[in-house]
């Protein structure tokens, strides 16, 4: 839900930045303010309605086609794309009108900024097979790690055994989950998944979760982990008891993914029916649905290839299917932008080369492209700096 949320800001924020820029071209193009606001927002719209209605297919599938948290992150997001459009299409427009009627003054940048990225000229379609090699290579060694090295799943997808403590005084909640996970590493060295849930309002009893052991067949694993668990408990607080032990299913079901799985693949070709019919080529319709795996495929090897390289934990867990879910979305959304303008283009120059006229889309868009993508990198940024593990 919270992914779901965190997406739509940031298609909101996009689909601002998309009449803000369309505005910025009229006004350079010799336009007054008010003519080139008017015709920022009817040109800003097909790429703002594709854009969220491919968002809105992906989102539908979801919540039909999913279970639990994905169903939360459809829901929010299905209303997240409404209000979206609701306050960019209505909202920010009658805000500018009424400052403009009022004589108030508008800007839509500032000396600094009034020519970035106006001149740019980047040829990046004859550079496509580096781009092509580089991705095959992060691909395929995510596939080789994947096969050979595996994923550190969470106690989401692998289940675990989980443990009641309660201490005598208060307990740090962050200190508990550090102090019990460097404790529980597996004989291959890699860090276990941990869970810390608190118990009632205040900070003495918890429930903590590991896959610790979770393919062991020994009969004593649960004693052997609560054991472990125990040295954990000790460097935090040498004063506690540990109540009930006890093995738990994951939440994460061979149902779960099955079902992810078709959803996946049903948003696939529905997303590129909606923009075969929109754009009236088969080549857009594979493009945009080649790059949305390409775009998850990328952030699934990215987690098996530096599990246990970076300092921190990269678990596959309900929060890493959120993430992939939104890099999907964001993926599709920023996709139909440039189509969206490539169309624009093949329209009024038509006795352009194919290879200029796209390279002339990617050029014109990428304004838009760092606007957006530096606004939710500083929302991540925020986030990874002060979020937990």
């Known amino acids: 839900g919270i992914a779901g949320i965190v997406l739509t800001m940031g298609m909101a924020v996009d689909a601002n930045v998309l009449i803000y820029e369309r505005v910025k071209e009229e006004l350079r193009a010799g336009k007054g303010i008010s003519a080139a606001m008017k015709d920022g927002f009817v040109k800003a719209l097909s790429a703002i309605i594709d854009g969220n209605a491919t968002t809105l297919i992906t989102g539908v599938i979801l ?22 459009l609701i306050t960019a ?4 427009r009658l805000i500018l009108y009424r400052r403009l009627e ?40 995510g596939a080789v790690s994947w096969m050979t090295r595996g994923f ?50 205040g900070s003495k009893s918890y429930k903590v979760t590991t896959n610790y052991m979770i393919d062991s067949e020994n009969p004593e694993v649960e004693n052997m982990v ?60 594979l493009g945009a649905s080649v790059a949305l795996l390409h775009d998850a495929l990328v952030v699934i090897a990215a987690f098996t290839l530096l599990n246990g390289v970076v300092p921190f934990s990269l678990e596959v867990n309900q929060n890493f299917i959120g993430a992939i879910l939104t890099v999907i979305g964001y993926s599709i959304n920023d996709t139909v932008v440039i189509f969206d303008r490539i169309r624009e283009y093949l329209n009024a120059k038509k006795h352009t080369a194919i290879e200029a006229t796209i390279n002339d889309a990617l050029n014109s868009t990428l304004g838009r492209s760092i606007n957006t993508s530096m606004t939710v990198l500083l929302t991540l940024g925020v986030m990874f700096i002060f979020g937990s593990d």
């Open 89 to 92: 299409l209505i909202i920010s």
């Open 152 to 201: 550190n799943t969470g106690v989401d997808f692998s289940g675990g055994t989980s443990v009641r403590v309660d201490f005598t005084s208060d307990v740090n909640v962050d200190q508990l989950r550090s102090s019990v996970g460097a404790v529980l590493v597996e004989e291959n060295g890699s860090p276990a998944s941990v869970i810390v849930q608190s118990i009632g309002s």
């Open 226 to 285: 609560s054991a472990k668990m125990a040295e954990g408990f000790s460097k935090v607080n040498p004063d506690f008891t540990v109540g009930s032990s006890y093995k738990v299913d994951p939440t994460m079901s061979d149902d779960f993914r099955k079902q992810a799985s078709w959803a996946t693949i049903l948003s696939l070709i529905l997303v590129g029916a909606y923009i075969m019919l929109r754009f009236r080529k088969w080549d857009f319709a």
């Open 102 to 141: 009022n004589k108030k003054p508008i800007t839509f940048y500032s000396n600094i900024t009034k020519d970035w990225f106006t001149k740019v000229n980047f040829d990046f379609v004859s550079k496509r097979k580096m781009f092509y090699v580089i991705s095959m290579v992060i691909l395929l060694a």
């Open 63 to 84: 919540l039909l086609v999913g279970t639990g948290p994905i169903k939360g992150f459809a829901t929010t997001l299905i209303i997240g794309i409404f209000t979206t």
